[in-house]
């Protein structure tokens, strides 16, 4: 199942802080976050594993509850930069069973804007 | 290669026709994907490779959908009898797996073939 997104869209001031959030009906091995800029393919941000993990790349962070199935990505201080959609990725623990890991299942995406 | 890289960039063909799209992985990652994203769309999971054998092909749409890999490095989707509703952007992903704790770091994207079927 597809895990859900939300918000859909949100529209920042630069300086201004978001979070976007990632949930799944299905026990989660490992979240992954991307973002996608118009025309142009995903680019990885982080990946969180199953333990409880909290991650930083730059005023990006993020964190993973696997008790609740959710994720949530923190943008701080946003940036012009920053602007694109953003997906969640889930994997659900083909890796386990077969020690090489599995395929990511993304959510519908969050579109950002951020605005001078 | 430094990155994924697709070809062709740019597909467009008649209805009912066949197409081939390649995949060139980085060099050492063991694992391609192949994801569809439709305008304005999220990413719709195809096919996964581990090496040249697929695990999970649950994702193609139906059997005029198949893919290969070949030396654990390219791999080619075909779509036979092409449908106006295959019209999307078709994304390649390659990643390697940790060598414990069996997850796959992060995924690489290719630029994608952008397939219009008329």
């Known amino acids: 199942q597809q895990p859900v997104q939300s918000p859909q869209a949100v529209i920042l001031r630069e300086g201004e802080d978001a979070v976007i959030n990632c949930s799944s009906s299905?026990?989660?091995?490992?979240v992954h976050w991307y973002r996608q800029k118009h025309g142009e393919a995903p680019v990885f941000l982080m990946i969180?594993?199953?333990?409880?993990e909290q991650k930083g790349h730059d005023k990006i962070s993020a964190s993973f509850n696997e008790k609740k199935q959710q994720s949530s990505l923190y943008l701080t201080a946003s940036q012009l930069s920053y602007s694109g959609t953003y997906f969640c990725?889930?994997?659900?623990?083909?890796?386990?069973?077969?020690?090489?890991?599995?395929?990511?299942?993304f959510g519908q995406g969050t579109e950002l804007s951020v605005k001078p | 290669g430094a990155g994924v890289s697709q070809s062709p960039s740019n597909k467009v063909t008649e209805k009912g026709k066949d197409v081939e799209l390649r995949c060139d992985p980085i060099?050492?990652?063991?694992?391609l994907y192949w994801y569809r994203q439709s305008l304005g769309q999220g990413l719709e999971f195809l096919i996964y490779?581990?090496?040249?054998?697929?695990?999970?092909k649950s994702g193609l749409p139906s059997d005029r959908f198949s893919a290969e890999r070949t030396g654990g490095s390219v791999s080619t989707l075909t779509i036979q009898r092409t449908q106006q509703e295959d019209s999307a952007v078709y994304l390649c992903?390659?990643?390697?797996?940790?060598?414990?704790?069996?997850?796959?770091?992060?995924?690489?994207f290719g630029s994608g073939t952008r397939l219009t079927v008329v």
């Open positions: 969180l594993l199953k333990g409880g």
């Open positions: 990725g889930t994997e659900s623990g083909y890796g386990v069973i077969y020690n090489q890991g599995g395929k990511l299942i």
């Open positions: 490779f581990q090496g040249n054998s697929a695990p999970d």
């Open positions: 992903a390659s990643s390697h797996p940790s060598k414990n704790r069996g997850y796959n770091y992060g995924y690489t």
């Open positions: 060099s050492g990652h063991t694992a």
């Open positions: 299905k026990a989660l091995y490992s």
